[in-house]
């Protein structure tokens, strides 16, 4: 269960990893194309019951924010995150200190809302393409909940056991949905060209409904923050960027060309695919399937393809199509808690704000998989329901990245992309808010998510406030031999705390002459200085490197680190384990409020640092005569 909890601060997920075997571009845009093709499974339906006769031009508006809003903004994400972080991890390097770490936490309860909400409605859609099978028993359309159940569960199962081969089934799925998909639109729009009274009639109806060819377009502006859905799949995008193989001459510690040339390929290549495929599908389905179908209950809700593939193809065919449709729409619940699990352990336990075992890939399978029962059960299994807070998380998402873009561009002093990307940004930003205005159920289920991760970090953090911190500790060659020097001569290495100041002379003859007066050093023991110079102290883990100096003849060691009582218990004991002598510190007293002082360490990293050095060296060290001894006077 607790396989993987143990890497350091440089955990990154499963995608994030340094794979063995990359792959082709075109491949891995397959494992992405499993949450963004499989859309197309419900959005002619939803985009339908959005825009009515609309659909169509509704589509097209969708279709440009696409291909001229959302892939500029994730080409340039590719580009700048090449590592896979996506705009997440853009807006918390652009945003340090605790600014930046709350801003991530209320984006990863958007995300999570995003991923967890792609499972449950995937699922339910996969559930309403068996219900609606000809050949399906017909007492399945009054159990959906417990079938959408039983596909969440094996998705579970599937992932504690292992996902090693998720390219080669994302392959083998999207290649056969996509050419199922290709000959229900091109038999549709035979039959529209067979029969053009149907795009006479359509446009008679909608020049009746909307008689000025302006307010359709505006209308369609209105209702296209509902057809978001068709959005989906950009982050999961950048997120499998290593998974892309480069080219020979790629530099592995720094910016490989080559893969960041490919994933590009892979987002312009797939957005251009969905593009087609949803003018066409959204014509197709306008044109030929009643409105009343659309509506609940109808035999085109959410599946609107399938419903013209058994019209217009047979049941036989149309039975196929459903399998492939409920096959992707199951992986596509795969790619969703990939995503999660890319995302949970690459940022909260790296802040504390999460258990060590939260690393582990298989204890959040089991929470994340108990949370899509909860919210399946919630919405009844049904897919209408919860588009609104799929749109949610999909556009705060986007919407997150074009401002992560727009800021990039800006400090790197590129102003024409910078008005480009801001003009995006605006366009993501009023697509979200008139999206939140008008269901405003998806930014409440963000909300809970987002609620719940902050409250949780919290206590975590506080929980945790008392542990090693270092996720690595290494000693220059300068301060190795300070300490060996002192543990061969005299067998004891005596270590003075001190906060970085001026660095004077007689700084650090005072400061070393009040020590031995209060604390009774002896003359004879040789004593170095240690400080921690400051850091980001909204950093929980940390890969510590501690440099020996002698400064106006004083010997000093010193760290950059945000917490500086973690920081001091991890030196002890790696100076322990080196000098093979237990070594002792001596500190003053800190001035002012305990209470205070415990609120600036949780927060700030300092305070009352004595005695939090040494509950932190007694939870890590059980043995006390292994411990490092801690002087306070």
């Not at 399946?376 to 074009?402: C, H, K, N, P, R």
């Not at 950093?539 to 973690?566: A, I, T, Y």
């Not at 237990?582 to 003053?588: A, G, N, T």
């Amino acid at each position: 269960m607790l396989d993987g909890a143990d890497q350091g601060a440089s955990h990154q997920g499963p995608h994030q990893v340094e794979v063995e075997k990359t792959h082709s571009w075109w491949r891995v845009m397959c494992l992405t194309g499993v949450d963004y093709f499989s859309t197309l499974g419900y959005q002619p339906a939803i985009a339908a019951l959005a825009a009515g006769l609309l659909s169509p031009i509704a589509t097209i508006v969708l279709v440009l924010v696409t291909l001229f809003g959302a892939l500029p903004v994730y080409r340039r994400v590719a580009s700048d995150s090449f590592k896979g972080a996506g705009s997440i991890m853009m807006l918390e390097k652009l945003l340090p200190w605790w600014a930046g770490k709350l801003f991530v936490l209320v984006l990863l309860g958007f995300a999570v809302t995003d991923f967890m909400i792609t499972m449950t409605l995937s699922a339910a859609d996969a559930t309403a393409h068996i219900a609606e099978n000809p050949f399906t028993p017909h007492w399945f359309t009054e159990i959906p909940v417990p079938i959408t159940l039983v596909l969440l569960l094996l998705l579970g199962i599937v992932f504690l056991r292992g996902f090693k081969e998720a390219i080669g089934i994302a392959v083998g799925l999207v290649a056969v949905f996509l050419a199922l998909n290709a000959v229900v639109v091109g038999v549709a729009l035979w039959h529209v060209f067979e029969r053009p009274v149907v795009a006479s009639d359509w446009w008679s109806n909608l020049t009746a409904q909307h008689s000025n060819p302006l307010v359709m377009i505006g209308i369609a502006l209105v209702v296209f923050p509902k057809l978001a859905l068709g959005l989906s799949g950009f982050e999961t995008g950048v997120a499998v960027m290593p998974q892309v193989r480069g080219d020979a001459r790629d530099d592995p510690s720094g910016r490989p060309e080559g893969r960041i040339r490919g994933t590009k390929r892979l987002l312009t290549t797939a957005a251009i695919i969905m593009s087609t495929f949803l003018i066409t599908s959204s014509i197709a389905t306008t044109f030929l399937i009643p409105q009343h179908e659309f509506q609940p209950g109808g035999g085109a809700n959410g599946r609107a393809l399938a419903f013209l593939a058994h019209e217009y193809l047979g049941n036989v065919f149309g039975s196929v199509y459903d399998i492939s449709t409920v096959a992707i729409l199951w992986f596509a619940g795969a790619s969703a808690m990939a995503g999660l699990l890319n995302l949970v352990p690459r940022f909260l336990p790296r802040y504390g704000m999460a258990p060590q075992w939260a690393r582990a890939t298989r204890p959040l399978v089991i929470i994340f998989t108990l949370t899509a029962f909860a919210i399946t059960v919630m919405f009844e299994a049904d897919v209408d329901a919860q588009g609104g807070a799929y749109a949610t998380g999909v556009l705060v998402l986007i919407t997150s990245a074009a401002v992560a873009v727009t800021l990039s561009a800006r400090r790197r002093q590129q102003r024409k992309r910078t008005i480009g990307f801001g003009v995006i940004a605006v366009v993501f930003v009023y697509t979200t808010v008139a999206n939140v205005i008008e269901r405003p159920d998806g930014v409440r289920i963000a909300a809970v998510f987002i609620i719940a991760i902050v409250v949780v970090s919290l206590v975590s953090r506080v929980r945790r406030s008392f542990e090693l911190r270092a996720s690595s500790i290494e000693l220059d060659a300068v301060a190795r031999q300070f300490i060996e020097a002192d543990a061969d001569q005299f067998s004891s290495v005596c270590i003075i705390a001190n906060e970085p100041g001026a660095g004077t002379a007689e700084a650090y003859r005072s400061k070393g002459r009040e020590e031995r007066r209060d604390s009774g050093i002896p003359a004879r023991v040789p004593t170095m200085f240690l400080e921690v110079l400051p850091a980001d102290s909204s950093d929980f883990e940390e890969d510590l490197v501690v440099e020996g100096h002698v400064v106006q003849g004083h010997r000093v060691l010193r760290v950059r680190s945000g917490n500086v009582p973690n920081t001091i218990a991890s030196t002890l004991l790696a100076v322990r384990d080196i000098a093979g002598v237990v070594p002792s510190i001596y500190f003053e007293w800190n001035e002012g409020s305990p209470i205070r002082n415990a609120l600036r360490f949780v927060f700030t990293g300092v305070g009352d640092v004595a005695p939090v050095t040494r509950e932190v060296l007694r939870e890590a060290e059980p043995d006390v005569n292994r411990r490092p001894t801690v002087h306070v006077s």
